[in-house]
Every structure is written in structure tokens, then in C-alpha cells.
């Protein structure tokens, strides 16, 4: 390829997120894939109020770009980071993190993700209703 492609949001597709893998409901609308000899794809992402992912970690580093509203990562084990627009979170590979909307706010992010083959993220259990409420307030400021 040796020109500039546009695809203009209007001819891009939103699906629902994976039941199995989300918590509430999450939109996504791919951006990107991955081209030869890119590895990265790029997928904007939409939370509903109290919508999430659940715990998961990814073999290559994840790159989080907040597009609207407050949103949060949180590291197992570690307090929540807050996302608000324009903010950028950096996911190591093989971190054990969930990322999704705070309670009564919309958010979204583009996730960029280098791929390594289809099973590039390991999905596991769901974050606890408990856990994510005591956490999931807007902060301070």
C-alpha cells in the first residue's frame, strides 16, 4: 500500500463487545487491523455508565487513549488510575488489569494493541460487583 487510506466514520460498523468478556454494555467500532507488516490494530471503545471489561492481560503492551468522559484502569492489586480525555495509559504485557466507565458516566478510548496472532488477550473472571463499586466514583477534581 502506498497511499493514505481514510475510512471515514460514517462507513464503520459498531458491534457490541463480547458478553463473555464485558460487564454492561460496551460498543466497539474497529479503527484499524493489523496490515504486513504492522502488528498494530486500534479499536475505539464505549462504556455505558458502570460498563467494564473483565480482568485481562495481553502478550504485547496496550496503549489506552481516552476519548469522552472519566473512565479508570486498575492494576490486580493496585488502586484505580483515573482516564479523562486525552489522558494515555500504558499497559505492560502480561498485567493482570481491567479498564471501563465509572458509575453514572459514558467513557470511551481508542485501545491500540500490537497483535502476535488471535489469541493475544487472555480474558479471565469478571471484576466483582463489590469491587467495582467501591472503587468506581468520580474523583476528586
Keep these: 500500500m502506498n497511499d493514505v487510506t481514510v475510512r471515514p466514520a460514517a462507513g464503520r460498523t459498531t458491534k457490541p463487545?463480547?458478553?463473555a468478556s464485558f460487564t454492561g454494555t460496551v460498543l466497539q467500532d474497529s479503527l484499524a487491523t493489523p496490515e504486513a507488516p504492522s502488528r498494530t490494530s486500534?479499536?475505539?471503545v464505549t462504556f455505558t455508565p458502570g460498563a467494564r471489561t473483565n480482568w485481562h492481560t495481553?502478550?504485547?503492551r496496550q496503549v489506552l487513549v481516552a476519548t469522552?468522559?472519566?473512565g479508570m484502569v486498575q492494576v490486580k492489586g493496585k488502586p484505580p488510575q483515573w482516564l479523562r480525555a486525552g489522558d494515555v495509559a500504558v499497559v505492560p504485557p502480561g498485567i493482570v488489569h481491567w479498564h471501563g466507565a465509572i458509575a453514572g458516566q459514558l467513557f470511551a478510548?481508542?485501545?491500540f494493541?500490537?497483535?502476535d496472532g488471535p489469541d493475544n488477550t487472555t480474558w479471565l473472571e469478571p471484576v466483582e460487583e463489590a469491587e467495582y463499586r467501591s472503587v468506581a466514583v468520580a474523583p476528586e477534581g
Design 17 to 19: 463487545a463480547p458478553a
Design 42 to 44: 486500534a479499536t475505539l
Design 58 to 60: 495481553h502478550k504485547t
Design 68 to 70: 469522552h468522559g472519566t
Design 109 to 111: 478510548h481508542i485501545s
Design 113 to 115: 494493541v500490537e497483535t
